[in-house]
């Protein structure tokens, strides 16, 4: 039996310039970091000619080509496996359209898998642009890349977004001590909304595409503020990116209606009162995770747990989409 992982992930900084409409005309930048929640796959060979695929639905076809799940199909097709005699499985430790780039986990992991079955040795680049491939390629989906790359690299990694469509990845430098606060002063509560990252991205795209003019200079000043925080990491300096952080969400907000709504605003301000020093909305937007930093992550806890709000705890993950067994 072959398992593979791949961890989900947040962002720390210029999320929105991974997108081909924007970094092809003017290059992106942005940090990511991947977590120790997971999007898991099983494979192993059954003793029937069908291929049997479950996820959250079950389907039983002849062969790869057959499936209704556009990236099972696509990703079984780049590999040059037809399926047969084998059975798949995927399960994940968050649900999909909360903001975590469930997909790109989903991707890597299942093309890891396909490979690993194959026998062939996959680089975390190679597996990242694959799973671009599949999913920007080959279904069109106005979607950017960053979720792919981190995770396929994991760790808390720099991500510069070429106007050729190359991607150049390398470790933020940050000591450990401040990456050990970063990691513990970050919180994440669950909104209680998910939602389709793609339809939220299609307004971007398409505003980009057109050359909307304060759009282009939203992703301008986001990409800025993906430096700055690049900077305000590796200079020890966590209430300066938490400061970025807040900026960063009074600017993301401003590039669609569907990007936050009254509720979401409502948590945000109460968390903003009650000690956090920065926050986003983790993602496309519209709803998944709200993400603050906070040194007095006592009072914030207790005032997001009194107004519903779930909390999920999480690590940094350093090991990216790796095969657990085989």
């Given amino acids: 039996m072959i398992i593979v992982r791949s961890p989900l992930r947040i962002t720390l900084g210029g999320g929105g310039t991974d997108l081909p409409s924007y970094y092809e005309r003017f290059g992106g930048f942005l940090i990511a970091a991947a ?16 291929l049997l695929v ?21 990703a079984f097709a780049l590999v040059g496996l ?19 780039g469930s997909s790109g986990s989903f991707t890597t992991a299942l093309l890891k898998a396909l490979h690993t079955h194959k026998r062939n040795l996959v680089h975390p680049a190679e597996l990242a642009s694959q799973a671009c491939e599949v999913e920007l390629d080959r279904l069109r989906e106005p979607i950017g890349k960053q979720d792919q790359y981190i995770a396929a690299y994991g760790g808390i990694t720099c991500f510069k977004f070429l106007e050729n469509g190359k991607v150049e990845a390398w470790p933020l430098k940050i000591s450990e001590e401040t990456r050990d606060n970063l990691e ?28 909307d003019k304060a759009m282009i200079e939203n992703l301008h000043f986001v990409k800025d503020l993906g430096l700055q925080s690049q900077r305000a990491l590796e200079t020890d300096n966590l209430r300066e990116f938490a400061r970025l952080m807040d900026v960063h969400w009074q600017h993301k907000k401003q590039r669609s209606g569907g990007m936050s709504n009254p509720k979401i605003n409502e948590w945000y301000e109460l968390a903003m009162a009650s ?15 709200l993400m603050f930093y906070a040194e007095d992550k006592v009072r914030l806890r207790h005032a997001m ?19 657990v067994s085989s």
Avoid: W
């Avoid at 479950?54 to 696509?74: F, G, N, Q, T």
């Avoid at 998910?194 to 971007?204: C, D, G, N, P, V």
């Fill in 35 to 50: 977590i120790d929640k997971y999007v898991y796959i099983t494979l192993y060979n059954r003793f029937v000619p069908d």
């Fill in 54 to 74: 479950k996820y959250s639905e079950l389907e039983c076809v002849p062969k790869a080509a057959d499936l209704k799940h556009p990236i099972l199909r696509e």
């Fill in 82 to 100: 037809d399926g047969r005699y084998l059975e798949l499985t995927s399960m994940a430790d968050i649900p999909a359209g909360t903001g975590l």
């Fill in 184 to 211: 513990d002063n970050l919180l994440l509560f669950f909104t209680g909304y998910s939602r389709s990252a793609s339809q939220i991205l299609k307004e971007q795209d398409q505003k980009s595409k057109t050359d």
């Fill in 275 to 289: 000690g956090a020093l920065g926050g986003k909305l983790i993602g496309a937007g519209g709803g998944g995770f």
């Fill in 305 to 323: 747990t009194r107004a519903g709000m779930q909390e999920v705890r999480f690590r940094f993950d350093f090991e990216g989409t790796k095969l």
